[in-house]
């Protein structure tokens, strides 16, 4: 049943293989004495590759080290990944990922400064130098890859977007929202899956257009639209906030993937890997068993060679990344592993209750989509 009619707007190359330049064709009156070409004629002309020895330190590294302090990019305010509690302090999923990088590179979890960013700051902050790596639950897509001059580090949540909406409309699917307003943040990557979304099935909708997550949580609570599409995470997040949160139901459709991760400056690859390598820490921590509780023990007890070169007790690897060898034992001990966090923030302690679903490790029953890089 339509809940409300209201406009809506409607709106091989194949590339030849050039073989003539490694060829001389004695009929076309080439020189038929010439057999071979220099293998490195085609490079002539290339800028070489810049080569970052281990243990190198980067530009970014080396500012960081000389500020004594990370500068980390963060939701303004998002129940779970970014917020102040009222005491002022920041808590959250994202905001323990940067806690975690200030502890490999400081061996102090509070060597941060949270810098709170829009949708709109975040790549503007993270090129101007303003902040040193963004987690703020930004999907990786190809046109940000490409366009943005920035580079994801990682993956440190699968989401999807989904639709929020209030239990008296009585509906189950997304599919019923047809003639429905929906409030979606302007500028998003959920702007455009929600337009995809209904020209693929041929539904009209009352797009709301809001500059923030956080004025679409009002207007949505004001009821000036219907339905609130967002992550499904975001949407978690926003049902706390409202009066009466068991009022409103998450729909069972999930629009699109969202794998939200760190970005980071594209000219220090260096950088990268560290913010990379410090994400994958604390993933392989939790399928080792090793715990903020349990890492010191482990480091001193663990026979599993895996643990054991996690944590620093043999080979270099953080020395690799110009870091401590201890790097890693540092991240874990100051906020505990992958699964320690997410359950803190957005799992069973916490007021969103998220199941693991997609972020459960690989190996878990069920599986999710995590999975470690290994350290070796």
Same mark, same amino acid.
């Given at each position: ?66 500020r ?66 963004v *987690?703020?639950?930004?999907? *990786?897509?190809?046109d ?14 699968y ?49 709301v ?17 219907? @339905? ?31 794998p ?29 068993g090793?715990t ?6 482990? @480091?001193?007890e ?21 870091l401590?060898?201890?790097?890693a034992?540092?991240a874990i ?13 957005l ?14 490790? *690989? ?14």
């Open positions: 049943m339509t809940i409300r009619t209201s406009p809506w707007f409607r709106h091989l190359c194949v590339a030849g293989t050039a073989l003539a330049a490694a060829l001389t064709l004695a009929a076309c009156g080439g020189d038929d004495r010439k057999t071979a070409v220099d293998p490195n004629e085609d490079l002539e002309g290339l800028d070489p590759v810049e080569a970052t020895a281990p243990g190198t330190i980067g530009p970014t590294l080396a500012a960081v080290r000389r004594g302090r990370l500068n980390c990019g963060v939701h303004e305010g998002l129940v779970g990944f970014a917020y102040t509690d009222n005491r002022g302090q920041w808590r959250g999923f994202d905001v323990d990922f940067c806690r975690a990088m200030a502890a490999a590179i400081f061996n102090d979890p509070n060597a941060v400064r949270f810098v709170p960013l829009s949708t709109a700051q975040r790549f503007e902050a993270l090129r101007e130098g303003r902040v040193d790596v *987690w703020r639950n930004t999907s *990786w897509t190809m940000r890859d490409v366009t943005e001059d920035v580079s994801f580090a990682g993956i440190n949540y989401d999807g977007q989904g639709f929020m909406v209030r239990r008296s409309l009585n509906l189950g699917s997304a599919s019923e929202l047809n003639g429905a307003r929906i409030c979606v943040q302007n500028n998003s990557t959920s702007q455009l899956n929600l337009a995809d979304y209904f020209r693929l099935r041929g539904l009209e909708y009352e797009p257009v809001v500059s923030s997550e956080e004025e679409a949580r009002r207007a949505y609570a004001a009821e000036r639209c219907d @339905a609130f599409t967002a992550d499904v995470s975001a949407l978690a997040a926003a049902r706390t906030t409202l009066a009466s949160p068991e009022q409103h139901a998450i729909l069972p459709d999930v629009i699109s993937k969202e939200l991760g760190p970005i980071v400056r594209r000219d220090d690859p260096h950088w990268t890997r560290v913010v990379r390598w410090t994400l994958n820490a604390l993933i392989l921590a939790e399928e080792y090793v903020r509780q349990t890492v010191a023990d482990q @480091a001193r663990a026979r599993d060679p895996r643990i054991r070169r996690l944590l620093g007790v043999e080979g270099q690897f953080g020395t690799r990344l110009g401590s060898d201890r790097w034992y540092q001990s100051a906020v505990g592993n992958y699964g320690e966090i997410f359950a803190r923030n799992g069973s302690d916490s007021a969103l209750d998220l199941a693991r679903g997609l972020n459960a490790q *690989w190996n878990a029953t069920p599986g999710g989509l995590i999975y470690g890089l290994p350290i070796r």
